[in-house]
């Protein structure tokens, strides 16, 4: 079973320019998640979908971060403009909900890390 | 903010010797997962062990909870080399709209020294 895609791996951008990552999920599974992990830290959860709609974004801030799902499969997460403080590895997740007791297990992909200079 | 605080932050043993690491939180959970993490990849679910359960096995794993103490440990058993690594406790939160979110902690550095 092929795992959680992510590209880039790496990025490097200056302040002010714009940054786009993909996340392509497992196959089948109706929750995305987006985190951002800031170094020495865990991981901080950014937005959650279910399908193509959105769960929650109130960790996401919206006046430079974007997310989108279109058709409920791959997502891409925006940051426009960036700025030092986003630099981070951003990491995607997926999972596939069992019942509504269970909370899912996530299945991550290898991340992009975001450098910003 | 995070939930849970992993203690302790790094942790240097030799190959064979036995690991703990342990985790505190604050609020009330239904869950807890640990979760690995190798330098530069993704995490990888480890154990999962819910709020009605103390003790749970997977291999060369043990994990406990204490809900009482709001706390709970990970136990690697005769470690090696490859379980160099970071772990990462997550607890469940209920968030806006009834959801939940995994909120993880700043984990433990763990170095297996060969």
């Known amino acids: 079973e092929a795992g959680v895609a992510q590209s880039p791996r790496y990025k490097i951008i200056e302040k002010r320019q714009s940054v786009a990552f993909w996340c392509n999920p497992i196959?089948?599974?109706?929750?995305l998640y987006w985190y951002q992990q800031i170094l020495g830290q865990g991981p901080k959860l950014l937005i959650q979908f279910q399908n193509n709609g959105v769960v929650d974004d109130s960790q996401l801030p919206k006046d430079r971060f974007s997310a989108e799902r279109l058709k409920g499969v791959d997502s891409t997460l925006k940051i426009q403009p960036a700025k030092l403080e986003d630099s981070a590895v951003y990491l995607c997740a997926s999972s596939q909900p069992v019942s509504r007791d269970w909370t899912d297990t996530q299945y991550f992909g290898p991340g992009t890390r975001l450098t910003v200079l | 903010s995070q939930q849970g605080e992993e203690d302790p932050q790094a942790l240097s043993i030799q190959e064979g010797e036995n690991a703990t690491m342990n985790c505190s939180y604050k609020t009330s959970i239904n869950n807890l997962q640990w979760y690995r993490q190798n330098s530069g990849r993704g995490l990888v679910h480890l154990i999962l062990?819910?709020?009605n359960e103390r003790e749970k096995h997977s291999g060369r794993l043990r994990v406990t909870l204490d809900t009482s103490k709001k706390s709970s440990s990970l136990l690697i058993t005769a470690s090696r080399a490859a379980d160099t690594a970071s772990y990462f406790c997550?607890?469940?939160?209920?968030w806006g709209g009834g959801s939940e979110k995994l909120v993880f902690g700043k984990g433990t550095k763990l170095t297996v020294n060969p």
């Open positions: 997550a607890t469940d939160a209920v």
């Open positions: 196959s089948g599974h109706a929750t």
């Open positions: 062990i819910r709020s």
